[in-house]
């Protein structure tokens, strides 16, 4: 997965908690979010087929045939793993796939058994946090057409725009080891120039995403600062091969994961995130994230903005067991039709970094039947609707205490013809 926004369906539910740390100086900061404009516009089955691969799930014919006519992606690892020197999919090089949750779950994903990520380790040396005013603020920048949200963070007192993903744990940056080819255009870390870096010895990471963009190289550790939220020790990730996707994004500068450090792909040692280096500091261990379709949201950590909502706040539990923010499932509705609340309940990951929202068949079958003139185009590699088409809204149990609504008008996805738009969001 070339880290994108979180779109469509998932865009104001990461708010969760996790387990009190010690109560002993706490802080708040804030990483608001704008667009960012080089953003060429969607490909419909091209973000499909990531979806379907971030999280290892069966590809169907249609899509791979639609992407072959296309000609929009390759649709094997070898060009990736010859540029990373073999990442792969797993613990070893890269992300890892979903986990299915507890025996006994109907999860629309499935896990490998021999992918299980290897338990966090400590950095070295272990980092440390400092805030002098307690609160941290930073801007952040959309792309164009919300494919992409950028934040710049401080690395070593060098500013780069990086792209926040609830998906991975490695933070990784364009910098000076890589060919003047790749860097043309981006903004690039100088180790060199930071008083503060040190590299970790015999220390690599190599990650693949779902839509076969990775990056691989060294690793250091440096003082990261975002929004004045300072962690010193830090461990930066400093790409020596990255796939030409980064390369051709030059708004973006890298990435900074902030799922579970369990996904972390450091080796030998796995390293911790930049959330879990600052989470016992925090004023509340949580973060938050503020996605809104075609304006400046906010990721804030530490506390949750009350102007933000109306009503009352919905805690939902979270299986962390395959390192995603994952949560059960178990009933939607479609516009003003009955709602089905009997399902057996599947397992579902809020992610920023994924566009479209995966969902089971009769999910699926039951809202399409509601838009006249959808269809399943296999030429597109998916559901396909009339430009002019109702919408209906969408809801969606989450841990089964909370239904979260999504506006019709977000499922409209990309243009495939001049008189029909793709509307895999809910494929």
Avoid at 27 to 50: D, H, I, M, S, W
Avoid at 63 to 82: E, I, P, S, V
Wanted: net charge negative.
């Amino acid at each position: 997965m070339h880290s994108t926004f979180l779109s469509v369906l998932l865009f104001v539910l990461l708010q969760w908690v996790t387990a009190a740390p010690a109560r002993i100086e706490r802080r708040t900061f804030k990483v608001e979010r704008a667009r960012n404009a080089n953003f060429q516009g969607y490909n419909g089955p091209k973000e499909l087929l990531k979806a379907y691969r971030k999280y290892s799930m069966p590809v169907p014919h249609g899509l791979l045939d639609a992407m072959r006519a296309q000609g929009a992606a390759k649709l094997d690892m070898d060009d990736a793993k010859n540029k990373l020197g073999g990442a792969g999919s797993g613990p070893q090089g890269g992300r890892p796939p979903c986990g299915c949750g507890e025996e006994g779950d109907n999860p629309v994903i499935e896990a490998d058994p021999e992918a299980e990520p290897q338990a966090a380790a400590e950095p070295e040396p272990e980092a440390g946090i400092t805030n002098s005013s307690g609160i941290g603020l930073v801007t952040a920048t959309p792309e164009q057409g919300d494919i992409e949200y950028l934040s710049p963070v401080k690395i070593g007192g060098q500013t780069l725009n990086l792209d926040f993903d609830t998906g991975s744990a490695d933070l990784w940056v364009f910098n000076t080891q890589l060919s003047s080819a790749d860097l043309r255009g981006h903004q690039v870390y100088d180790p060199n120039k930071s008083k503060t870096f040190q590299p970790i010895e015999g220390a690599s990471f190599s990650i693949t995403y779902g839509d076969e963009s990775g990056a691989a190289g060294t690793v250091g550790t440096d003082t990261v600062d975002i929004g004045g939220v300072i962690v010193e020790n830090q461990a930066v990730e400093l790409a020596t091969d990255v796939t030409s996707s980064f390369v051709e994004d030059i708004q973006s500068n890298g990435l900074l994961g902030l799922a579970f450090s369990k996904l972390n792909t450091v080796q030998p040692q796995q390293q911790k995130t930049f959330f879990d280096n600052v989470l016992p500091t925090l004023a509340e261990p949580l973060f938050t994230a503020d996605l809104r379709p075609g304006a400046i949201g906010a990721y804030e950590f530490g506390r949750i903005d009350t102007s933000k909502f109306l009503g009352d706040m919905a805690w939902i539990p979270v299986n962390t067991s395959a390192g995603f923010w994952q949560f059960g499932t178990s009933g939607f509705a479609v516009g003003d039709e009955p709602a089905l609340t009997d399902l057996p309940t599947s397992q579902a990951i809020a992610d920023t970094g994924t566009t479209l929202m995966i969902v089971s068949q009769d999910i699926s079958d039951a809202y399409y039947s509601q838009v006249v003139g959808a269809q399943n185009d296999e030429d597109i590699g998916g559901m396909t609707i009339p430009c002019d088409a109702f919408l209906p809204d969408l809801f969606v149990d989450v841990g089964g205490v909370y239904i979260a609504r999504i506006k019709g008008e977000d499922i409209n996805f990309a243009q495939v013809t001049e008189d029909s738009k793709s509307s895999q969001p809910i494929d």
